[in-house]
């Protein structure tokens, strides 16, 4: 069964750049690796989602190594608005013909100004 | 758009009773999805919808049941509420096949249950 690892709290400054890494083994060889947000009193938010090496969009990067046992997700220049909790979020690599999704347990990521 | 919507948004409930958690999207999604989300232990599948009259068991599906009434609502019924469904739980959906990677996920409904 596929397992996720992600700190499960990191601490920042208004402006720095911040990197979570999520590790996982056994995930789904074909399958996307995504991250989502959550503010308190929400549900959680896409933010972004990968296969392998480098996606950037308007919010984050994301990276990915080529054994695609872990992935980092950076986002530039925090702000308080980006204290949330954020997920990965990866497929099974034995679950068959039916998609098995395994959710990380999140990290809270607190911004300080 | 509304996005995904969900009532109520908290209830209190005795053991024993029964209640229907409400859920609609105005995506024009096929797929929806109900979680429950406890602390230490993340976002955990409950049931989930692949298209309107069709339903699958998820990861913890037992004490609860559901209904794709059509496109637009999926129901989780609680028949017997037990203490331990005392949880947040979010519906969300997802806009083509099942158990999609990319999923909107409504507010949520805070159930405590006594």
């Known amino acids: 069964l596929a397992k996720t690892t992600q700190p499960i709290s990191m601490d920042s400054y208004e402006g720095q750049e911040v990197n979570i890494t999520c590790s996982h083994n056994?995930?789904?060889?074909?399958?996307?690796i995504t991250w989502y947000q959550q503010f308190p009193s929400q549900g959680p938010r896409f933010i972004i989602q990968?296969?392998?090496?480098?996606v950037t969009n308007e919010v984050a990067s994301l990276f990915i190594p080529a054994d695609r046992k872990s992935s980092t997700l950076s986002l530039p220049r925090v702000s308080l608005s980006d204290t949330a909790v954020y997920y990965c979020?990866?497929?099974?690599?034995?679950?068959?013909?039916?998609?098995?999704?395994?959710w990380g347990l999140g990290t809270s990521l607190a911004v300080n100004p | 758009n509304a996005g995904v919507t969900q009532t109520p948004k908290f209830q209190v409930l005795k053991t024993g009773q029964s209640m229907t958690l409400q859920c609609a999207q105005d995506?024009?999604?096929?797929?929806m999805y109900w979680y429950r989300q406890d602390p230490g232990m993340g976002l955990r599948l409950i049931y989930y919808?692949?298209?309107?009259?069709?339903?699958d068991k998820g990861e913890v599906p037992n004490g609860y049941n559901v209904s794709r009434l059509n496109k637009r609502e999926f129901s989780l019924r609680l028949e017997s509420a037990a203490p331990s469904q005392t949880s947040v739980y979010f519906c969300?959906?997802?806009?083509?096949?099942?158990?999609?990677?990319?999923?909107?996920f409504g507010p949520g409904t805070r159930l405590t249950v006594t």
């Open positions: 969300a959906s997802s806009e083509t096949v099942p158990l999609s990677y990319e999923q909107y």
């Open positions: 995506m024009n999604h096929n797929s």
């Open positions: 919808s692949a298209s309107e009259g069709t339903t």
């Open positions: 056994n995930i789904a060889t074909n399958d996307y």
């Open positions: 990968g296969y392998k090496t480098k």
């Open positions: 979020l990866v497929g099974d690599l034995h679950a068959g013909n039916n998609r098995k999704l395994i």
